[in-house]
């Protein structure tokens, strides 16, 4: 059996969640779940050039998942705990997933969202055994 969740991992949990209150970050998610639906490299460079807000929006979402995973993935933060109210790292790696093959290529870094695929595969086998057909349905609801 894991390791049993501590007080420690919930107040990251809590820590985390106030970072997502963040007025910017707040902003930055808005605009990612309304309008990040890019699957190629192509789609991407033409919806966040360099300079535009869009751009640092992509990147403000997508890193600070990024970051939560690594805390997963480093034994930071317990797996199981964060299952359980985490699903919007799941719907971040929905997005970004068909994009990642390309950039990890056009940014020569293939552990580029390693962290974030990691923690979204381990999400996907726990929603499958906990509730089969959940992530099909979620996917297929995040991805239209």
Not at 14 to 30: G, H, S, T
Not at 42 to 61: G, H, I, Q, W
Request: aromatic share 14%; with cysteine.
């Amino acid at each position: 059996m894991a390791n049993a969740a501590t007080y420690d991992d919930v107040n990251l949990i809590l820590r985390l969640y106030e970072m997502r209150r963040e007025e910017k970050l707040r902003q930055a998610r808005d605009w990612f779940s309304k309008s990040f639906k890019v699957r190629s490299m192509e789609e991407f460079n033409k919806l966040c050039p360099p300079s535009y807000d869009t751009n640092a929006y992509f990147r403000m979402v997508v890193s600070y998942w990024e970051m939560v995973a690594s805390f997963v993935t480093a034994g930071v933060l317990n797996e199981e705990l964060f299952f359980q109210s985490g699903m919007e790292l799941l719907f971040c790696w929905e997005r970004i997933r068909d994009l990642v093959p390309d950039a990890r290529v056009a940014f020569k870094n293939d552990k580029l969202y390693k962290n974030l695929e990691t923690v979204a595969t381990r999400l996907i086998q726990h929603l499958e055994k906990n509730s089969p057909g959940a992530y099909e349905a979620f996917s297929a609801r995040v991805r239209g």
